[in-house]
């Protein structure tokens, strides 16, 4: 892609060269910012409300869309999405994300953690881009108030810098912008669909080769429990209580933790179903022997905020034995822990967990795991075969996992790369033109 015929210091170093033509200027002076509004939830049991109602725009909704009824007040004309409204995440996960605002979207109120700009003189779209732009990250931590969870600052947003061509160019930019991020979003939607296709052909040989073996000719019985149905023959069900034993772990005060010591192992060590050390809490206190961590012991989340965590394990390998875990973690330790692993990320486990769950208590206690049953083979060489037809087949999948993840991370920093580009003009798309569908 070609660039302008003539550059300017912009006079920000992150910046810096832009074309001669284009402007630095605050998003202020183009939009109008507001926050959102507060509400009051009508739950579905509000049968008998028969007032005025509203639909409310939550921050969750920037992911996943569902806004929900609230009770209408008079305030909430002042805080009506419109069509080429821009939305922002205010707080959170969600801090600094910018959403386009769609046509479901247009009517509703939004919450208290929402920012609306109503853009004034600039093509929306365009002001949208620079605000997905990984260089206005920079901008928007200047603007950050609270020691805790970030939250957008409202003058500290409008003083936000941002680059100004022409409306025509603006919007030509937009149109360019929309076009290679629709190639390069569905390009990631498809390694994405083909992550859970090998997602889900692993779990699908694990959970048939830890409930009927590896022989599809084996006699089977019926197994006496609902969901697991017929087991082979030779293979028993048992409960986990009588293979092994679960072991919660240690507690500790802000005064036992110091900067080496004994590793406590929380649910932030698990991530994707491997051990991350990137955030440690080591104590300083006599622990007994129950609870140090011995190779091949499987660490399970076993209570957590976040009920998706619920049930995640490793394997502990050399790394981390001799040390420790915390009082939300359960250790599972047998001497079958190398069949256990592969019942731990089945199917069966997850199915069996969720049973013990609810919307008000994310815990896997120790009675539930103690008196899960699982099909059990009895035969030593019988299990080998097992764990080495999975270890071969889980590490193929796996890989074919990790490659498409580091594809999209690949595709994911191109796209920012392009925006970037894009919207700080160091490329000319002046003259872009979209290819025909032929083409």
């Known amino acids: 892609m070609k660039k302008y015929e003539s550059y300017k210091n912009s006079g920000i170093d992150w910046i810096g060269d832009i074309p001669k033509s284009w402007i630095v200027a605050k998003?202020?002076?183009?939009?109008?910012?507001?926050?959102?509004?507060?509400?009051?939830?009508?739950?579905?049991?509000?049968?008998?409300?028969?007032?005025?109602?509203?639909?409310?725009?939550?921050?969750?909704?920037?992911?996943?869309?569902?806004?929900?009824?609230?009770?209408?007040?008079?305030?909430?004309?002042?805080?009506?999405?419109?069509?080429?409204?821009?939305?922002?995440?205010?707080?959170?996960?969600?801090?600094?994300?910018?959403?386009?605002?769609?046509?479901?979207?247009?009517?509703?109120?939004?919450?208290?953690?929402?920012?609306?700009?109503?853009?004034?003189?600039?093509?929306?779209?365009?002001?949208?881009?620079?605000?997905?732009?990984?260089?206005?990250?920079?901008?928007?931590?200047?603007?950050?108030?609270?020691?805790?969870?970030?939250?957008?600052?409202?003058?500290?947003?409008?003083?936000?810098?941002?680059?100004?061509?022409?409306?025509?160019?603006?919007?030509?930019?937009?149109?360019?912008?929309?076009?290679?991020?629709?190639?390069?979003?569905?390009?990631?939607?498809?390694?994405?669909?083909?992550?859970?296709k090998l997602q889900a052909q692993r779990q699908a040989i694990i959970n048939e080769a830890v409930t009927k073996g590896l022989n599809p000719n084996a006699k089977m019985k019926d197994s006496g429990i609902e969901w697991l149905g017929e087991i082979p023959e030779h293979w028993e069900v048992v409960k986990l209580k009588f293979i092994g034993d679960s072991i919660t772990g240690i507690t500790y005060s802000p005064n036992d933790v110091s900067e080496k010591g004994t590793l406590v192992l929380r649910s932030s060590n698990i991530q994707n179903g491997k051990l991350a050390l990137n955030d440690t809490v080591y104590v300083n206190k006599t622990i007994a022997e129950k609870y140090i961590t011995r190779k091949d012991d499987i660490l399970l989340c076993s209570r957590n905020g976040s009920r998706n965590l619920i049930g995640k394990n490793i394997i502990i390998d050399e790394r981390v034995e001799n040390q420790s875990w915390g009082a939300f973690m359960t250790v599972y330790r047998s001497n079958y822990n190398d069949f256990m692993y592969y019942f731990f990320n089945s199917d069966i486990f997850s199915g069996l967990s969720s049973l013990f769950l609810s919307s008000t208590i994310n815990q896997l206690t120790i009675g539930v795991i103690n008196n899960m049953q699982i099909a059990f083979p009895k035969d030593e060489s019988e299990r080998k075969d097992i764990i080495s037809f999975l270890k071969i087949q889980t590490k193929k999948l796996n890989k074919g996992i990790d490659l498409n993840k580091k594809l999209i991370k690949k595709l994911k920093l191109y796209r920012q790369s392009i925006i970037s580009e894009a919207v700080t003009g160091k490329i000319d798309v002046r003259d872009w033109q979209e290819p025909s569908k032929n083409q």
């Open 27 to 196: 998003i202020g002076f183009f939009s109008d910012v507001y926050r959102g509004s507060g509400y009051q939830i009508l739950n579905e049991v509000d049968e008998d409300y028969n007032g005025k109602k509203e639909k409310v725009l939550r921050i969750g909704d920037f992911n996943s869309y569902n806004p929900i009824w609230c009770e209408y007040k008079e305030q909430f004309e002042n805080y009506r999405i419109n069509k080429d409204d821009l939305l922002i995440g205010g707080t959170g996960h969600y801090f600094g994300k910018s959403l386009s605002v769609t046509e479901e979207m247009v009517g509703l109120i939004h919450s208290y953690n929402i920012i609306r700009l109503v853009i004034n003189k600039l093509c929306s779209k365009y002001v949208f881009y620079w605000l997905s732009s990984p260089l206005i990250r920079e901008q928007l931590d200047i603007s950050v108030l609270g020691a805790g969870q970030p939250f957008i600052d409202i003058k500290g947003l409008k003083d936000l810098q941002i680059l100004t061509p022409s409306l025509k160019e603006q919007t030509q930019i937009a149109n360019y912008l929309d076009h290679k991020t629709h190639i390069i979003d569905g390009l990631i939607e498809k390694k994405e669909q083909l992550i859970k």
